[in-house]
């Protein structure tokens, strides 16, 4: 055999959907022993090309070639047993089972002979135990999933992808959830990897860590290559360039309002869970964006639930308008005009199999009735519509079911859900998780209208440059308590780095 420079190289791969040319003609190439990220805005193909890798989707055209031979595959099983493996950017582990069952599902180590096999338990316990201590996580192998915080999940997937020892690791976005130390412990394993001569194929949308660990770059638009470049001759400036097809000049948009009067004020709120949030005080003003900053596991999350009535409280106060009240369930905070938009969106947010205008209008349906309590279709499409382009989502039309976007896609249209209610006070967890930055300006800048239109927006982001570039004040918790409350104006990252940790041991 020839020797090959190409780990990898995946030939004019095409695909389409019904009415979506996902891929039209993609090339990839992927040099041994590095790290290979592909960008691209919501939609662009990435996840899909992926899928087609990992034997989830059956390209149309196109080949691939695994250390110079052409293979075909057809199974996620081939993928596996060719040294390819993939971390999805939807995690699905299987939540009654614990962490090694999750791990080593479908490859239990057995013991005995023939018809005596049974699986061994102790030897599934030791792989494991052994496993996480080469990548450095702390994570007890008997934990029952269910029960694993997201992040924890997501670890959980890095290290099965890991325990494959593939060639080819495929990350979609793994870092989505995962706290700042353990990007960092996921860099390292990253380093490791490469170390040993595996590639990894990288997508995320967070251009700092693109530039930090990725050795190539691919581009793609609208289902085309545009390019791959060696990152060291990229700056962010130009990949959002050759990402989005045109300048982006700005991050952020202007913002001129000043916030008015007090809407509503929070009083010593406290959790009856102990370890959750506790005598938590704070005002929010009409036209206002209060940033939420803060660690995961800062119990922000569990603070604006409670706030949504999701969530019981033990003792405390909320004023809304200068009254008492009490918001026991999610239909008392729909009635105080209160909305909120859930950080675990593709969990609980979306309904797979409805289309995208009935994801839309689903939280409003009274808005939609005729006087004979008929939905109002002309009027659902218009709304829906005009989200779609507002948001720039990417789909043929509005009946295209919600589960086949992107995932990306797929948030703003919850986004516009959320937004349809008219809210007075809107509150947001991780707004653009997941989303290109094209799309991320959009959302900003529907955030800054409404701030002026008057709504009040409480916005937990753990993306630094949003909470800078967003908020008119940021508060910031730690461990469950307010740390401090800070001018968006004045505020800088370590100030907030040093109030998320006040609390911490
Ligand atoms: N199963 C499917 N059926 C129909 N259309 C699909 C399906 N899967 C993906 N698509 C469409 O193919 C296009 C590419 O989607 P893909 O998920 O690959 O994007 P992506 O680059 O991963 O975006 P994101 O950054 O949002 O994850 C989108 O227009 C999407 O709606
Ligand atoms: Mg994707």
């Known amino acids: 055999m020839t020797e090959t420079r190409y780990l990898l190289e995946m030939n004019q791969i095409t695909k389409e959907f019904p009415g979506v040319k996902a891929l039209d003609g993609v090339t990839l190439k992927v040099r041994p022993g590095t790290v290979h990220a592909l960008m691209g805005e919501n939609g662009a193909g990435k996840s899909t090309l992926m899928k087609c890798l990992f034997g989830i989707y059956k390209p149309d055209g196109g080949d691939i070639i695994l250390e110079g031979r052409q293979v075909s595959i057809n199974h996620s099983k081939d993928a596996l047993s060719m040294g390819v493996s993939m971390i999805h950017q939807e995690l699905h582990p299987v939540p009654f089972r614990n962490v090694m069952e999750n791990i080593w599902l479908g490859r239990f180590p057995v013991k005995g002979f023939g018809p005596f096999k049974i699986v061994d338990h102790k030897k599934m316990y030791e792989d494991t135990v052994k496993l996480f201590q080469d990548l450095d996580m702390d994570i007890d192998p008997y934990t029952i999933v269910r029960e694993l915080s997201v992040s924890k999940i997501q670890s959980l997937e890095i290290a099965k992808a890991v325990s ?258 008219e809210p007075e006070i809107l509150m947001l967890d991780e707004p653009t998780r997941g989303i290109d930055v094209g799309a991320k300006f959009e959302i900003y800048s529907i955030i800054a209208d409404l701030a002026k239109q008057g709504k009040s927006i409480i916005m937990i982001s753990s993306e630094m440059p949003e909470l800078l570039g967003m908020s008119d004040r940021i508060m910031v918790m730690s461990d469950g308590r307010l740390s401090g409350i800070i001018d968006g104006a004045k505020a800088t990252e370590e100030e907030i780095m040093r109030l998320a940790a006040k609390h911490l041991g």
């Open 164 to 421: 494959f020892r593939s060639k080819v690791i495929v990350m979609d976005e793994p870092t989505s959830s995962l706290t700042g130390n353990e990007v960092e412990q996921l860099f390292k394993i990253i380093h490791q990897l490469r170390s040993r001569g595996v590639s990894i194929i990288y997508i995320s949308h967070k251009m700092e860590e693109i530039l930090r660990i990725s050795d190539d770059v691919t581009i793609m638009r609208d289902g085309r290559l545009i390019g791959t470049w060696e990152a060291k001759e990229l700056t962010t400036d130009l990949i959002i360039q050759r990402m989005v097809g045109r300048d982006l000049s700005q991050r952020f948009p202007e913002r001129h309002n000043t916030p008015g009067d007090v809407l509503m004020k929070v009083d010593g709120l406290t959790s009856p869970h102990p370890k959750s949030f506790r005598d938590v005080s704070f005002e929010l003003r009409k036209g206002e964006v209060l940033g939420v900053g803060g660690l995961v596991g800062a119990q922000r999350t569990e603070l604006i639930e409670a706030l949504f009535g999701l969530r019981t409280v033990a003792s405390g106060e909320i004023h809304i308008h200068g009254k008492k009240v009490k918001i026991k369930t999610p239909i008392d905070a729909k009635k105080h005009k209160i909305a909120l938009l859930t950080e675990e969106r593709r969990v609980t947010g979306i309904f797979p199999v409805l289309n995208i205008k009935e994801n839309t209008i689903i939280a409003n349906l009274d808005r939609y009735l005729n006087p004979l309590k008929l939905i109002n279709d002309h009027k659902a499409r218009i709304d829906t519509d005009q989200n779609i382009g507002k948001l720039r989502v990417k789909t043929p039309n509005y009946k295209t079911l919600i589960k086949n976007l992107s995932g990306g896609n797929q948030q703003k249209v919850l986004l516009a859900r959320w937004l349809l209610t």
